[in-house]
């Protein structure tokens, strides 16, 4: 067999290994169950617990009246209160919340600011540990953590809490349907939270004992006992990929977490240019390679291999009759789209985004390589006018 086809088989083994031996990553069936399934009393006097929101907000006002009224209306039977982190915004958010309160009503809002971050902390989490300490302060069970892009339906919080309460779990995130309205979101979007399942399998995250953990920083349910325990945020300060630090500090004080897809929460932020998914990702993608050349490099490799080689290979065999490389690709692609078709059922896009998935993963590929490229530039991770020239990935300790 020529060198083409050796790679291409190469390809649809690692594809045969993904569809089985991953966690089944690409099902998306791991959603939160059915409310009757929770047992949890109806009456309102039924010791619900009491949760804080906590929402850390930089420069959200064109978002602000499409999320944040969805928190205040929450249909909560228990006592919670909203705590609306302004952090350091110059588009008048914080003020913007306040009228928001004032004219929806609902749950109490308490907008504060945390001045700008000591040395060592990332944003959010700096908002973060602000909101936490206020929140404390009333003592409540359980802490929702949620960005000021993410709309709630007016169930979610029960919901979570239910879910929470029922499975005796310290942590409950849900991934967020991000928008797909655009043409460039269309085509990134779904992949982006493939690859993210694929990275981290839902199912291997909520097996009871299990080592792998992240959660969905968009949407997080946690139990004030157990942040105090793994010390939240303290203890992951600098992490650019809070989320995933976040479940690992969780886990590693024994709590139990689970993830999952979203179905009553939806984020509301737009990404219509592609540069503007560019950003998103590729802030973050080289601190999840641990700032490690030879990570990028075989990421780079295996991108290639695996995403790449099965058109390359079919490219190939239709051109200059190598019937080998030309089936092996064929094979490896359609195992490739297959695994891809549930997310995008998922999204409610057209199933012909399928096979056009080895194109959008060679953007991710360029997404990577120019997250290492601003690294070493100096740059680090930028967003929201903050650069972080050496931020933290998730740590595994």
Not at 66 to 81: C, K, R, T, V, W
Not at 179 to 193: G, I, N, Q, T
């Amino acid at each position: 067999m020529s060198a083409v086809a050796w790679i291409a088989m190469g390809s649809l083994a690692a594809w045969g290994w993904l569809l089985l031996g991953q966690g089944f990553f690409w099902r998306t069936d791991q959603r939160l169950p059915a409310h009757e399934e929770y047992h949890v009393p109806e009456d309102p006097a039924a010791c619900w617990p009491s949760v804080a929101v906590v929402v850390p907000a930089r420069d959200e006002a064109a978002v602000l009246p499409a999320s944040l009224p969805s928190l205040l209306a929450q249909a909560y039977p228990g006592e919670a209160e909203v705590f609306l982190i302004d952090d350091g915004s110059e588009d008048g958010t914080g003020t913007l919340a306040r009228e928001l309160s004032a004219r929806y009503g609902g749950l109490p809002l308490t907008v504060a600011s945390p001045g700008e971050p000591e040395p060592g902390w990332t944003g959010k989490l700096w908002a973060l540990r602000h909101g936490i300490a206020l929140a404390r302060a009333h003592d409540p069970e359980y802490l929702l953590l949620t960005d000021a892009d993410i709309a709630h339906e007016p169930d979610s919080l029960r919901e979570l809490v239910a879910a929470a309460r029922a499975h005796e779990l310290d942590l409950v995130s849900q991934m967020a349907r991000l928008r797909v309205v655009s043409l460039w979101e269309k085509l990134v979007v779904p992949a982006f939270v493939y690859f993210f399942a694929q990275l981290y399998p839902f199912r291997w995250i909520n097996r009871p004992g299990g080592r792998t953990a992240a959660a969905a920083g968009g949407c997080v349910l946690l139990r004030t006992e157990a942040a105090v325990r793994a010390r939240i945020p303290e203890s992951i300060h600098q992490a650019v990929i809070d989320d995933v630090s976040l479940a690992r500090a969780v886990r590693r004080d024994g709590g139990r977490i689970w993830l999952g897809l979203a179905e009553r929460v939806d984020s509301v932020r737009p990404y219509p240019r592609l540069a503007d998914l560019w950003r998103m990702i590729s802030r973050s993608a080289y601190a999840q390679l641990r700032h490690n050349p030879l990570v990028l490099a075989g990421t780079v490799a295996g991108l290639a291999v695996i995403y790449l080689a099965p058109p390359v290979a079919v490219g190939v065999g239709v051109s200059a009759g190598d019937t080998a490389a030309g089936w092996l690709g064929f094979a490896a692609w359609a195992v490739m789209t297959g695994t891809y078709i549930p997310m995008l059922r998922y999204y409610r896009q057209t199933l012909a985004l399928a096979p056009l998935l080895p194109l959008t993963a060679s953007l991710y590929l360029l997404m990577t390589v120019d997250s290492a490229v601003q690294h070493y530039r100096g740059r680090g991770a930028a967003w929201k006018g903050r650069t972080y020239t050496r931020p933290q990935a998730a740590p595994d300790r």
